[in-house]
């Protein structure tokens, strides 16, 4: 039994949550899939005085559209893992979720928006929604804005959500450039949280163009688009060097936690940057 | 405040009814206001799999899930899962069992394994169970054990 009296509230419509949300802003924490906010309020680390569940909204719902892959904020890595849409459209999202630990009653139940709102900095989403580009959409009773990957994840644990927003959705962009991406999460065991993420993919346009994310390294996910030429392609190792220490720049003082400290992280970072940037450069593995 | 609110749900099979502490987790529902004991709680922090149900036919930790969200669901527990005869006895076969305390989650997981993909390779049945803790690391045995009931015991 949780330890702490709170009022449940699974509203019917996404107009009622945001108006509950509105109404008891900090005292209240949103239930998306349960997977981190159950066991934080079973062990008294989370006491909200209400809880608002989205489990009555649907938000689960990955369509298509001229611009945008749309995945509601609800949808399980299950329902992500399952869809033509996301193998197609997004890739590298794709090859994250192959990647999520805790069996298959943890992709039946944790959510993309769920992670991805907690912004625990050794988890995977954060750093594969920032390599995508992602969008973020934002539903208040005040309407809905859009923020960017680069500016919602803030800090640990932190997001550019406000106390009476709710995140409905994720609009990952349609990318015709994309040649080849990657996605791998370093860790210290089968089960454990990600000790570093790279996410990076190779996009052919009117220019060549690297997106490299480096995620569970800093306090927020590191990410910077590189556009090179063909020259640099045909010969990356400069480049690839350079990147690597652009990334240790970015990622900046490292995330300490029970599983790794700092400097561990950071001391991971160029050796993994430089292995996938090559794969997806030269197609070889090393 | 509301103090409790009022679940229904279908139990293995028979329609239930009980009032529950907003605070309540559905594995404690099950427990202690369904009276049904095969579930067990391990870590409270859905690391350990003990607690593994089926929710509408998906593998979940009820450890996880309040019990006041529950609303009409189908929930099926150790005594309510079907076809599971083979993996009882393949369990006994290969000993997979030590203390036996993870045995109920592991059986959920997997028969939920065997009812998608009936003839699942070793790595496949290492990955169902990767939510699954056993405390005693019995997991050579549970592996064998669930590709026994797959196979028989060839292979």
Known sequence: MIGHHFEFHQPATLDDACGLLTRFRDDASVLGGGTM?????????????????????????????????????????ARLLASPLVATHAPLLAAMTMQVTGGASILNQGTLGGSASFANPSSDAPGCLAAMEAIFELSSSRGVRHVAACDFFVDAFSTARRADEILTGIRVPRDATLVACEYQKYKASASSWPIVTVACSLHRGEHVSVRLAVGAAGRRPAYRRFVIDEATLRAPDAFIEQAAISALDLVGVGWSDELADGNYRRAIVPGVVKRHLRSVLTGTKS | MKRTIEVRLTLNGEPRFAEADPRQLLVELIRDALDVKGTRIGCLTGDCGACTVLIDGEV????????????GNDVRTIEGIEGIEALREAFIVENGFQCGFCTSGMIVA???????????????????????????????????????AAHGAIG
């Open chain 1, 37 to 77: 906010l159950v066991p934080s309020m079973s062990a008294n680390l989370a006491q909200p005085g209400h809880l608002i569940s989205l489990a009555a909204l649907g938000l689960n719902e990955i369509a298509l559209d001229d611009t945008h892959l749309h995945i509601g904020a609800m949808t399980t890595y």
């Open chain 2, 60 to 71: 979940r930790k009820s450890c996880l899930v309040l019990a006041a969200s529950i609303s």
């Open chain 2, 110 to 148: 997997a028969a939920d394994l065997l009812k998608n993909n009936p003839s699942p390779s070793r790595d496949e049945i290492r990955r169902a169970i990767s939510g699954n803790l056993c405390r005693c690391t019995g997991y050579e045995s549970i592996v064998e054990a669930i590709h026994r």
